[in-house]
């Protein structure tokens, strides 16, 4: 059964730096991508970064430049940087067993930025 254990948010003020990480159990090869979504209240999931096997990486518009993804075999991480209230939103990892295959999600972490 395929884990995905997220930790590292929290709440920091605006300019400020946090670190998600995201462990994935269950799987015995390296994941084809891996990433991570956030869903603001009454706003819809977005994409946020993602990273493949080989560590190409993709991001969303809003967090280019401050966020960073990387990955150690099946742990993904999210560093980020310049936080503003507007990134404040609920969290997601994820990550796809195979290329076109639905991806499995983690539980969510709260990540808030306010003064």
């Known amino acids: 059964q395929v884990q995905l254990v997220e930790s590292g948010g929290g709440l920091v003020q605006p300019g400020e730096s946090l670190r998600l990480s995201c462990a994935v159990s269950?799987?015995?090869?390296?994941?084809?991508?891996m990433g991570w979504y956030r869903q603001a209240p009454g706003k819809q999931r977005d994409m946020v970064a993602q990273?493949?096997?080989?560590?190409r990486t993709n991001y969303g518009n809003s967090v280019n430049g401050r966020f960073t993804i990387s990955r150690d075999k099946n742990t993904v991480y999210l560093q980020m940087n310049k936080l503003e209230p507007e990134d404040t939103a609920v969290y997601y990892c994820?990550?796809?067993?195979?290329?076109?295959?639905?991806?499995?999600w983690g539980q969510g972490t709260q990540v808030t930025v306010s003064s």
């Open positions: 990273i493949t096997g080989g560590a």
């Open positions: 994820y990550c796809r067993r195979g290329p076109f295959m639905t991806p499995d």
């Open positions: 269950g799987i015995g090869y390296s994941l084809p991508e």
